[in-house]
């Protein structure tokens, strides 16, 4: 049987706990895991803990979410079993992400998402419309708007029946941690912001 998981995350960065004072919506992190392990995780996140601008389609791990103190994150699980066909097609689609180095993070659609409710830039993702366009793909259920303008709490009622479990995901370490808690430096911070809004207004720019 194929198998999906939709992973809702109680994120424990700084982003995170402000997004849930803002919004009063717990869950502020989302991503796609195609086994039941919950160890490998794809979205389109941060690369590295202390520089959230350089950021695009990642893979993390247990211990991303569960970091420095944190022996466990807040999780809610839906399982979606899509047909061979619709499997087939979510898997092209993940790879293709992967695989393109065109792709980037698109934070004008994560920052204005309680406002506009979603921002189209070329191969720009975020969580959300990455996890939705995975949804859409897998053909389980309907979607009645465009998949990147659906936000973490859409997708969490839009999948209600295909609940699997809520509660908290233990730590586990993976090989990449050290890396990923790369020390914090206030120049390499600057510039990967700088390098990223640039980057974006020039595909607006280029599309508009």
Request: net charge neutral.
């Amino acid at each position: 049987m194929n198998e999906l998981y939709i992973v809702l995350i109680r994120a424990h960065t700084g982003l995170g706990k402000a997004a849930r004072k803002i919004t009063g919506y717990g869950y502020t992190h989302i991503a796609v895991c195609t086994d039941r392990s919950l160890t490998d995780f794809v979205s389109y996140s941060r690369r590295y803990h202390n520089y959230p601008f350089e950021a695009g389609f990642t893979h993390e791990y247990r211990d991303y979410y569960a970091f420095g103190r944190h022996d466990s994150v807040g999780i809610k699980v839906f399982r979606l079993t899509p047909d061979a066909e619709h499997y087939d097609k979510v898997i092209r689609y993940i790879r293709s992400c992967e695989n393109d180095s065109e792709e980037t993070f698109n934070l004008f659609s994560m920052m204005t998402m309680p406002i506009l409710h979603g921002i189209r830039i070329y191969k720009a993702n975020n969580c959300m419309s990455f996890t939705a366009r995975v949804i859409e793909l897998s053909g389980c259920v309907k979607m009645d708007r465009e998949h990147y303008r659906y936000s973490i709490k859409d997708m969490d009622e839009l999948l209600e029946k295909y609940f699997y479990f809520e509660g908290r995901l233990r730590r586990r370490t993976s090989p990449h941690y050290d890396e990923y808690m790369e020390p914090f430096e206030v120049c390499r911070f600057f510039k990967g912001m700088g390098r990223l809004i640039c980057d974006l207004i020039s595909r607006i720019i280029s599309d508009g």
